[in-house]
């Protein structure tokens, strides 16, 4: 199982940007995907959460302005992000697993496949 986290970037406030999570080794049918980001010096958090079966997760601080999308057939799941604000700023990560999580947020520890992080900056 491997994911590859793309997409991040410099952008200003107000601005967009898309991440994407490839999967190779497994089918993102089966699987339930997450998205974390880690600010310096904070604790990494969830920010979206999307299972096979329909389930969707997603912080208050995103809500209306992030939206996961999962393309099944190339394996892709994509986080658009819009109106970014420099609080906004962090690593993101995709993560996945088998089997849908009960308890939201999701946690860190919920999750046991991991994509290497890729930096979103917003400037103000």
């Known amino acids: 199982v491997q994911l590859q986290a793309s997409g991040g970037g410099l952008v200003q406030t107000g601005g967009s940007l898309r991440l994407s999570c490839a999967a190779s080794g497994f089918t993102f049918d089966d699987y339930v995907v997450a998205w974390f980001r880690q600010a310096p010096g904070r604790e990494r958090e969830g920010v979206y959460y999307?299972?096979?079966?329909?389930?969707?997760w997603y912080a208050d601080s995103v809500k209306g302005r992030f939206s996961i999308f999962r393309d099944n057939a190339k394996n892709i799941v994509t986080l658009q992000m819009n109106n970014l604000k420099p609080e906004d700023t962090a690593v993101y990560y995709c993560a996945a697993r088998m089997g849908r999580i009960w308890s939201f947020p999701p946690s860190e520890s919920d999750f046991g496949s991991w994509g290497q992080g890729t930096l979103v900056t917003v400037s103000s």
């Open positions: 999307s299972s096979s079966d329909g389930v969707t």
